[in-house]
């Protein structure tokens, strides 16, 4: 699909208040995806209220108004739907699937969620059980342990660095009225994306979406400033009564506009692409000291995070580690092959186009180019960015972003 082609099926109106709506068309699919964001996350939360955003996404489950939290399951279920939610550091997802004949009803019990929750009080306390118990389930799985002590010390002093479950004291401590007051502060129409993929029609959209919308009144929230704190080169070692240590080695990276960040994406596929990347080669397929050996790379409206997770044998950590620093110091000495360039680029082009086969990818990609960019950034858009990439680009990024200075490590070992 040209761009120009792209395009045309792309629309975006603004309520008067200020609420977004975004849809694409796609002729070839019986099917809708209907994703109700708000640009709230556990960034936007005071230390008091650390955990409120995700527990405001489990209580929008509970109860409406007019619907029980049975009636809200049952709503899409009974036609072959599904219902579902997400929350992370800088948003939060209420999102349906569903065959396009029931656009509707997907944004009926959406919005109802969304407008209409009744908190009930037994089932505020009853959810404050469930996410705590969520949080001891993530502290049970060890990399998942790993990666927010990780988060916590690499932006110690930020928000970025609190959980977005929050802790058990701040969860336990939630009102009913909390939740109402932080929706006031937080759910309000500028702060709202629609964002609809699938077999629809955009104008019966915003139809449907100001008949729900279109009373709540606009409000001008000035964000406040969230300043970097200056990173602190501390490592940390952590122990739990576990068979295999967990290991990672990585930095604060690049925000999503970042000029880089193409230069960064080759680079990340590069390393720890699949199983054909360099570190799953060297370090599992030629010495066999991991089973599971990946990086990672989340952007942020103002940073990111970067980095190399593996988990491997006590015995085997020191080898790994100097693994893994050969293999970053070959990528800052010497330009990645040619031949070897052009299969990571068309790895990363050949996962975006099969990401379009979801409509509720899609939907996604619809709304993250709205939230971060103002604009839909087209499939085109990116290719031609990728292929832009030279391994002297590449190279030239790396002699600095992998200076040892600016990384840390984080080890969880079993206990004696």
Known sequence: MSEAQEIDFINKSTLDNGLRI???????????????????????????????THFLEHMLFKGTDSRSSYDIALSMESVGGYLNAFTSSEYTCYYARCVNTQLDRA?????????????????????KKVVIEEMKMYRDSPDDYLFEEFNA??????????????????????????????????YYPGNLLISVAGNVDHDRVVEAVKEYFEQLEAKNVEEKEQPLPEFKNEDITLTKPIEQTHYIY??????????????????????????????HQNVREKYGYCYSIQTFNQSYTDTGLWGIYVG????????????IKKELKKMQDDPV???????????????LLLSQESTSNRM????????????????????????????EQIQSFVQE??????????????EN
């Open 22 to 52: 975004v849809t694409e068309h796609i002729d070839s699919v019986k099917s809708v995806s209907v994703g109700i964001w708000v640009k709230t996350g556990g960034r936007n939360e005071t230390e008091e209220q650390a955990g409120i």
């Open 107 to 127: 944004l009926d019990v959406l919005s109802d969620m969304v407008l209409h929750p009744s908190f009930p009080e037994e089932e505020v306390e009853k959810e």
């Open 153 to 186: 010390k690499i932006f110690e002093g930020h928000e970025l660095g609190r959980p977005v479950l929050g802790f058990e004291k701040t969860v336990s401590d939630f009102s009913r009225q909390d939740l109402y007051d932080y929706m006031s502060d937080r």
């Open 250 to 279: 990585g930095r604060r990276a690049l925000n999503f506009d970042h000029d880089d960040k193409y230069l960064l994406l080759m680079a990340n596929i590069v390393l720890g692409g699949g199983m054909s990347s360099r570190l």
């Open 312 to 323: 491997t044998d006590k015995d085997y950590v020191d080898h790994v580690r100097e693994l």
């Open 337 to 351: 092959p040619e031949k070897e360039l052009e299969e990571a680029k068309a790895q990363l082009k050949g996962k």
């Open 364 to 391: 996604t990609r619809l709304a993250k180019s709205e939230l971060y960019f103002g604009r839909f950034v087209t499939l085109d858009e990116l290719v031609d960015n990728i292929d832009a990439v030279t391994a």
């Open 401 to 414: 972003f992998f200076n040892e200075e600016n990384f840390m490590e984080a080890i969880l070992l079993p």
